[in-house]
Every structure is written in C-alpha cells, then in structure tokens.
C-alpha cells in the first residue's frame, strides 16, 4: 500500500465540520468540536486532538482518567479550569494538565465563546473516562491555582539560534518538562519562528511529535517530504521521522510541540539525555 502524502496526514482545523454536542461529561451549555489528529496519527499513544469552542455558559465536566492524561488548552479569552475539585479562573492561552488517575473539567463564565484545543496521550490506545455528575458552575475559586498550569506567553520564551540546524533566531520554551506526565508523555514546547527562519532537520530518538500551529504559516518536511502549514494545522512526526520547521509568511510561525515517546523506557532515556529545567512555579 502507498504512503499517504504528508499533506493528507495534516489535520486542519474545520469549525464547519465540528459536532455540536451539549452536557459534554455531565457539564453545562454546549459546545463544538472535532478531532484534527486521532490515534492513528502516530505510531506512540497520542489518542486525539480535539479544536473547538466552548459557548458562553458552557463547559466540561469534571471527569477522571485512570489510564490516560490530557490537557485542556484555551488560546484566547478566560475559562475556569479545574483539577482535583479545585477551580481557578486563567487568562488565555494557557492548558493545565490532568495527570493519570486524576479528575478535571472546565467552564466558559463569561458572554463569549473561547477558542479550546484537547490533548490526550493515554498507556495504551484506550481512552477511558469516568464522570462526576459535577458541571463545576458556580464553584468557589482560587487565586492561585491548585494545580500546574502551562502559559503559552510570548514574554516567557528565550532566543536560540540555529536551533536544530536551523537557520536564524527563534524563540523558544519548554512550557511542560517530562516529569509533569506520568504516561509516555514527555514534554510541550513553545516555539516562535519568525519570517524566513527555520527549525531543523532533526529527529528524535525513541520520540514522536504532534505540532499544533497556533498562527502564521509556513512549511514542515516530514523525512524530505514538504507541506504548506498554517494556523489551525496539527502535524504528525513519527518515530524516526526527521522534520524541518519554516516560517515563509509575513507573521511568524507560532508552534504548541507536544512529545510523545515509544514507552516508558524511551522516555527515561529522553529524560536523561536532555537538559530541561526544574519545575519553579508558573509554568
């Protein structure tokens, strides 16, 4: 059988083909939504992304996962987020993590609809869920937030040049470092390319990536293959693959790069080849 063509294996975001779907986990409102990459995407145990919206007044329950983990991420306006029973109001964009064998959920409080995105890597290719009945509205907030959360800001990234082999200055971040996941998961990267600069080629040993372009536009080569990218993109790289990122529009390319190793023990050996830094708060 033919290989499918790297532009085929892109998922793109479609708000027109996103279901519609109330009382998502026993939450409030509505919300639209639709996977923009699935668990055939990879090779490693990253089951979905999800892009949407949740409507004003709406939101998910809160829910567990015992044997998988995902991340609720809102690119613009405000949304309360739980982890645990504890609930805190955060500013776009921004994601907090759902550890295995914990339980999360989100609401939308405010008149506006907000831009959502869900990740969920799990140890197997199952996804599991078990609902609380609790549409988490209403609920008692803290100021700061219980749980780890992972701001997608801009002032918070450092310039790299060269990076990967790449050519210019891009600015970089390590939003999410492996010792936050308990599954395969083993990181989520910021990365700002601006016009003209490129990332690459490299490829990591034992991992695989799913890059959500979060604006811009521009190229990615998958193992000498290349495709146009723009907002609203989520690429596939598999194990092995070697992939180059490039900016080629007037905006730069602004990329959420999500990790996923083979297993555990690749992961280890990820961890203790790479130089991250330590948990020190705000993520």
Not at 48 to 67: E, L
Request: hydrophobic letters at 40%.
């Amino acid at each position: 059988m033919a290989a499918v063509p790297l532009a085929e294996r892109i998922g793109h975001s479609d708000p027109a083909r996103f279901h519609h779907i109330e009382k998502v986990h026993d939450g409030a409102g509505s919300m639209a939504f639709g996977p923009i990459l699935g668990a055939d995407a990879l090779g490693t145990n990253l089951l979905f992304i999800h892009r949407g919206v949740i409507a004003p007044h709406s939101g998910i329950g809160q829910h567990f996962h015992n044997a998988c983990e995902e991340m609720f991420v809102i690119l613009d306006g405000e949304a309360e987020f739980t982890v645990d029973g504890r609930t805190s109001l955060l500013k776009g964009p921004v994601g907090a993590p759902d550890r295995m064998g914990h339980a999360h959920g989100i609401y939308n409080p405010t008149d506006k609809p907000v831009q959502w995105l869900n990740i969920n890597v799990s140890t197997t290719k199952s996804y599991d869920a078990f609902n609380l009945g609790d549409p988490r509205q209403g609920v008692p907030l803290d100021a700061i937030p219980q749980f780890i959360t992972m701001h997608l800001d801009r002032s918070l990234l450092k310039p790299v040049a060269n990076m990967e082999g790449g050519t210019g200055t891009v600015q970089y971040r390590r939003a999410l470092d492996p010792t936050v996941f308990s599954t395969p998961w083993s990181y989520v990267d910021h990365l700002l390319i601006p016009p003209g600069a490129s990332v690459g080629p490299a490829a990591k040993a034992g991992m695989s990536e799913a890059i959500y372009v979060m604006g811009g536009s521009g190229t990615v080569t998958v193992d000498g293959e290349t495709a146009p990218i723009r907002g609203g993109d989520a690429i596939p790289v598999d194990i092995g693959q070697s992939r180059t990122l490039k900016a080629t529009g007037a905006e730069p390319l602004e990329l959420m790069v999500i990790g996923v190793a083979r297993d555990m023990a690749a992961k280890t050996a990820f961890m203790a080849a790479t130089r991250f830094p330590r948990a020190g708060g705000r993520q």
